[in-house]
T-cell receptor
Framework: NAGVTQTPKFQVLKTGQSMTLQCAQDMNHEYMSWYRQDPGMGLRLIHYSVGAGITDQGEVPNGYNVSRSTTEDFPLRLLSAAPSQTSVYFC???????????FGPGTRLTVL | GENVEQHPSTLSVQEGDSAVIKCTYSDSASNYFPWYKQELGKRPQLIIDIRSNVGEKKDQRIAVTLNKTAKHFSLHITETQPEDSAVYFCAASSSGTYKYIFGTGTRLKVLA
């Protein structure tokens, strides 16, 4: 089991560019989520999904889109990057009926 | 809205001393309280958790206590070692909602 994987590890974008952060898990977990981590602010939930075809907004969804076409994949799209989106992004997954959430290794994004 | 407050934001202790980190939650429906440890540049890793039907849980040098009436829970690390130096996050969740609310983190430094 690879667990939760994320690509890329690092990314630099210019303001206005778009990109997709990839997240995949091979544990057949129903629940997946995206967090951003900023200094002094902990982990804030961006979007989450309780299964294929179902997504919902978290605390800080503006500027981000998600889709969940398969159980394994949960990509996060930035349509027009802004400097305020400079952050470390973590994907996580959780099995239905369980409580323990597993995190991916993170993507460090810098928007210039 | 739902909120988790975590204190202190930084904590320095001498090697061998104890460290205590405290969290308070607002949502009375919360019934699952995990603690994560995050080393520099790494993903958050679950170190211990507690459910609302239990008041205390121990795992070697780590313990967590929960006071449901006061809505607060604490992480206790005894006989601290330099490798305990990291950022620690508390979180609160309600079973079945799959939504975690994280505290803002505590940077623990264990001085040799």
């Amino acid at each position: 089991n690879a667990g939760v994987t994320q690509t890329p590890k690092f990314q630099v974008l210019k303001t206005g560019q778009s990109m997709t952060l990839q997240c995949a898990q091979d544990m057949n977990h129903e629940y997946m989520s995206w967090y951003r981590q900023d200094p002094g602010m902990g982990l804030r939930l961006i979007h989450y999904s309780v299964g294929a075809g179902i997504t919902d907004q978290g605390e800080v969804p503006n500027g981000y889109n998600v889709s969940r076409s398969t159980t394994e994949d949960f990509p996060l799209r930035l349509l027009s990057a802004a400097p305020s989106q400079t952050s470390v992004y973590f994907c996580a997954s959780l099995a239905a009926g369980a409580d323990t959430q597993y995190f991916g290794p993170g993507t460090r994004l810098t928007v210039l | 809205g739902e909120n988790v407050e975590q204190h202190p934001s930084t904590l320095s202790v001498q090697e061998g001393d104890s460290a205590v980190i405290k969290c308070t939650y607002s949502d009375s429906a919360s019934n699952y309280f995990p603690w994560y440890k995050q080393e520099l540049g790494k993903r958050p890793q679950l170190i211990i958790d507690i459910r609302s039907n239990v008041g205390e849980k121990k795992d070697q040098r780590i313990a967590v206590t929960l006071n449901k009436t006061a809505k607060h829970f604490s992480l206790h690390i005894t006989e601290t070692q330099p490798e305990d130096s990291a950022v620690y996050f508390c979180a609160a969740s309600s079973s079945g909602t799959y939504k975690y609310i994280f505290g803002t983190g505590t940077r623990l430094k264990v001085l040799a």
